[in-house]
């Protein structure tokens, strides 16, 4: 082998080494706090929305700098703008801070509980994502998209957790309404579980309430010939 040919080899294992940590960095924690977890995102936008978004993150956080430096209570609102801006970004440590923050100063805040959900599922701490969707819910949230949420990441990651999908469905079909979504919903749990004629008639309430679309036909065909 050449003396240039061993020269690109190396500065090839070099750069796999590089690639490597790079990963490795940007999910796992520094300083292991947030070891085995998503940090960072590759968020896609063009370069002009990136060059805002930092601009307006970097600009809220230095207010939030100088009440603090002048031992004034934080705005609660910078630290959500600081979560959605860092968010956009792919930064997901800073928007986890943020929103942490925003929480303990004012735990009742179901919309960020919420949104706090969002940011830990997309780092896959889904233990605590959990925990914040149910807060959400818990603490009065009568929105179908934080029901969604929440049954979303129990059928994902939790399938045992059947009952308390069903739980929620209930809830969100209480306090909600009829909607099509809570009607596949609830069809397809009963699908999973064995009893066809409820799926059917749920699958019909669902139609009727969205005849456009065409997906829930399909489904109920599909529904008729699998479910016995």
Excluded at 18 to 38: H, I, N, P, R
Excluded at 154 to 162: S, V
């Amino acid at each position: 082998m050449t003396r240039g040919k061993i020269i690109g080899a190396i500065i090839t294992v070099i750069l796999v080494i590089l690639a490597v940590y790079g990963v490795w960095y940007f999910t796992s924690a520094q300083d292991g706090k947030y070891e085995g977890l998503v940090t960072h995102l590759d968020a896609q936008m063009d370069d002009n929305t990136r060059a805002f978004l930092t601009q307006r993150l970097n600009t809220t956080e230095a207010a939030i700098a100088a009440e603090k430096q002048k031992g004034q209570d934080v705005d609660l609102n910078l630290y959500l703008s600081v979560a959605s801006d860092a968010y956009s970004l792919g930064d997901l440590v800073t928007s986890r801070e943020a929103l942490e923050s925003q929480l303990k100063g004012n735990p009742a805040h179901y919309a960020a509980w919420n949104t706090y959900g969002t940011v830990l599922e997309s780092m896959r701490d889904y233990d605590k994502a959990l925990e914040a969707y149910k807060k959400a819910i818990d603490l009065g949230a009568k929105s179908e998209e934080f029901y969604r949420d929440y049954i979303n990441l129990l059928q994902a990651q939790y399938p045992e957790e059947k009952d308390e999908v069903k739980r929620i469905l209930d809830l969100s079909l209480t306090e909600k309404g009829q909607s099509s979504w809570n009607m596949v919903q609830l069809a397809r749990w009963y699908v999973a579980n064995g009893d066809c004629a409820a799926a059917f008639d749920h699958y019909k309430v669902a139609e009727s309430l969205a005849p456009a679309n065409t997906e829930i036909v399909a489904e109920l065909a599909d529904a008729k010939k699998t479910c016995k």
